[in-house]
């Protein structure tokens, strides 16, 4: 199929993009790396009546490191350019470790990290992941900027607190305590599909050994990125035994997630991988924390 008709705008800078979102509020459409936004044009799922191209808007491609030891990406550069930069397998390995996961080298090579992001599938690894790790999210628009917790960020499918008029245009990843480890893991019928079920964990123990802080993320689990709210307060304070690490993942399963059945998997098959791959997550995590990296 094609298209609806609509104006297409390729701005040159921001500011350039920000006056044609406020000028056409809901009617426009931001175009990232289109690995999503045009196949639901061409099904005509989407049909925003004005396209706003990003692609030449130069100032939104980078990878730059923070002043607190984070990381800071430009919402445009390409996922297969943050998969094989150095200083992103140095200061956020979670995020190295995450993007092989996700679809193909060819729609990574056109995928951007913000686009991802913005785009809010809740089967989208990096946004699970941005989670897990307490990333920011940067929003501009003709009316200013502001900063939004990732956790914040996502509010329902494909829902974000994007206002019409506002761009995402830079993500922010803050540095990991010492003693802090982390894992991402998910399970697919097959290498680089979405997944059935996936888990992003983050730990960091006290100077006794104990658990300081847990921090479990699913997703294809619900209309975004799940929380294991419960399953962490299980482990706060204690020492992360098999024994307590289990009993925090029966918890995750039972209490903090309520998947649907669908052609790919049942909810009940889907609770089991949450109990399995949050046992195994938790378990990597504060593995790495021992180790102190």
Known sequence: ??????????????????????????????????????????FRLAQPAVLVDLNNVAELFYIRPSRDGGLLVGAMTRQRQVEHDPLVAERAPMIH????????????SRGTFGGSIAHADPSAELVAASVALSGKFRLRSRRGERWVPAEEFFVGLFT??????EL???VSLPPQPPRSGWS????????HDFALVGAAAVASLDGGGRCEVARLVFFSVGDGPVEARQAAGVLQG??????????????????????????????????HLVK?????????AFERAKGGK
Request: hydrophobic fraction near 45%.
């Open 97 to 108: 470790a995450a993007l092989p996961k996700v679809a193909y080298p060819q729609v990574r």
């Open 184 to 191: 991402f893991l998910e399970v697919a019928r097959r290498h």
């Open 160 to 165: 974000t607190v994007l206002d019409p008029d």
């Open 1 to 42: 199929m094609k298209p609806a008709p609509f104006k297409y705008y390729a701005p040159a800078t921001v500011d350039e993009a920000l006056a044609r979102l406020a000028e056409h509020g809901w009617d426009a459409k931001v175009l990232a790396g289109g690995q999503s936004l045009i196949p639901m044009m061409n």
């Open 276 to 284: 399995v791959l949050g046992q195994r997550a938790l378990t990597e």
């Open 238 to 271: 204690r020492e992360p035994t098999a024994e307590a690490i289990g009993e925090a993942a029966e918890t995750a399963g039972e209490a903090d997630v309520d998947p649907n059945s669908d052609i790919n998997a049942s909810a009940a098959y889907r609770r």
């Open 168 to 170: 995402l245009v830079e």
